[in-house]
Structure formats: structure tokens, C-alpha cells
């Protein structure tokens, strides 16, 4: 339906990513299991929520989970018990990047503070807090495994002003994203300056 954000995922554990949404007006997730096809419908939210579906137990299913940011609160239901937790993570304003940035297993509660460039990551094998600055005001997150080795990266697209073409920033290194398809080659993290 008009209004219904993607939320893709791999809901029944199966090794493929299912068919998802979440409706913001009712809070009701709908998702296409690819194991059964059957539409399964689950009440998970509220309007003004953002949808982090994602791996937070580690169990191979993606959980139901949401992003209050009035209140800065995830709002999970671990597949692997049925069971809800609730973990406070981040201020009004910030963006939700849920990924697994220590390469456990499981979907890492992390958010970018767009004000300061700041990326917040409670680590879920640890539980210890990682902060990276990476990226600008005006700049939007691209978190992915970039590099191949199990662990999401820090990342920002930052579009075109009309002088200068789109640009990602992954790490220390800098890559021009054109109109058209090209390869881009690998460059030595030295030859590569952060963004300013």
C-alpha cells in the first residue's frame, strides 16, 4: 500500500530474504515467507516509528524490531524466544544503522548523529559502546561490509551539490559514484584522504 516502508529480511531463517513491509499508520508488519509463501501479519509498533528489522539474537532469523526516535528506543522481538526487549540508543535526530559491526552474528544497536558525523555502536558481543566520526552534516549512511571481512563498515554517500559528482566515503577510502556503470578500482587506504 501507498505509505508502506521496505523491510526486507530473512523472517523464516531459510537462508533467503523474504517479502516485507511495516505499515507506519498501524504498526503491522507483513511479510511473504519464501519457506511457506503464506502472508504472515504481526502487530510491531507505532506510527512515528522507524522499522531495524535485523539479527539481534543471532539465531539466523531477522526479528521484528523498531526505532522510537522521540525516546531513542529499540523495540525488539527475538525470534529465537518470542520474547520483547527494549534497549535505549540514541536522541532525537540521530538515525538508526543497525548492522553487525563487530561480526558476531548478530544486529549491533548503532546510530549516526548526523549534527557531528558520529557513529554510536553498542557492540553485541561485549556490550561495550564504539564511537567512530565519519561523514558530515548533510551527508547520508551507507553501513555495509565493504571489505569482504564479516564486519559492517562505516560508510556516508554524500550527494551532489551541483559542482561536485556523489561521493562515497567507506573507511579511508574515497569512491567517485557516477551515472553510469564503471569498476572502481581498489586504492590504497595512503592515498586516499578522509573527508573534510
Avoid at 511495516?22 to 519464501?34: E, K, L, M, N, Q
Avoid at 548503532?110 to 561523514?135: F, K, L, N
Wanted: proline fraction near 10%; include cysteine; charged fraction near 20%.
Amino acid at each position: 500500500m501507498p505509505g508502506d516502508v521496505p523491510a526486507p529480511g530473512d523472517y523464516d531463517g531459510d537462508g533467503h530474504t523474504d517479502f516485507a513491509v511495516w505499515r507506519p499508520a498501524t504498526g503491522v508488519w507483513h511479510v511473504i515467507p519464501s519457506g511457506s509463501g503464506q502472508t504472515v501479519a504481526q502487530q510491531w509498533g507505532l506510527p512515528g516509528d522507524v522499522p531495524v528489522p535485523g539479527d539481534y539474537d543471532g539465531d539466523g532469523q531477522t526479528d521484528f524490531a523498531v526505532w522510537r526516535p522521540a525516546e531513542g528506543n529499540w523495540y525488539v522481538i527475538h525470534s529465537s524466544t518470542d520474547q520483547t526487549s527494549v534497549q535505549q540508543w540514541g536522541l532525537p535526530g540521530d538515525m538508526p544503522v543497525p548492522a553487525d559491526y563487530d561480526a558476531d552474528g548478530r544486529t549491533d544497536f548503532a546510530i549516526w548523529r548526523p549534527v557531528d558525523g558520529r557513529w554510536y555502536v553498542i557492540a553485541s558481543a561485549t556490550g561495550t559502546m564504539m564511537v567512530q566520526q565519519w561523514g558530515l552534516r548533510g551527508d547520508v549512511p551507507a553501513p555495509g561490509d565493504y571489505d569482504a571481512d564479516g564486519r559492517t563498515d562505516f560508510a556516508v554517500w554524500r550527494p551532489a551539490d551541483g559542482k561536485r559528482p556523489a561521493t562515497a566515503y567507506c573507511g579511508t577510502v574515497l569512491m567517485q559514484v557516477s551515472r553510469s556503470p564503471q569498476r572502481i578500482a581498489s586504492t590504497p587506504a595512503a592515498r586516499v584522504a578522509r573527508p573534510s
